[in-house]
């Protein structure tokens, strides 16, 4: 058979041209056949993996601001200075820094 470049800016293929092929094996023959399910998972579920990994990722963010928030209202309660007027009380806080690495 004869051999054809393909060439793209990411990637170079180089396809054999045979003739009276089964289409069956042409999978096979390729080497697409071990990713083959990762194919048809992505074809048959991949707008909810996305949604499901949007809205995870908004929880976490929000959850982030919210402990972050409470520890600097912690903070304000116990009478420390206030990160705005200089004060770096809250890097004490472990409350603050679960919602830093949330």
Do not use: M
């Not at 993996?49 to 959850?63: E, H, P, R, T």
């Not at 982030?64 to 890097?91: C, F, M, N, P, Q």
């Not at 004490?92 to 919602?99: I, P």
């Amino acid at each position: 058979g004869s051999l054809v470049t393909l060439s793209c800016l990411s990637h170079r293929v180089i396809c054999q041209v045979i003739g009276n092929a089964d289409p069956a094996d042409s999978a096979q023959v390729n080497g697409t056949s071990d990713n083959f399910w990762i194919t048809r998972l992505e074809s048959s579920y991949g707008f909810y993996i996305g949604l499901g990994l949007a809205v995870f990722s908004s929880f976490l963010i929000g959850s982030s601001i919210i402990l972050k928030k409470k520890g600097l209202l912690r903070l304000v309660e116990k009478g420390g200075t206030r990160a705005g007027d200089g004060g770096h009380g809250y890097l004490k806080d472990w409350l603050w820094w679960a919602g830093l690495l949330t």
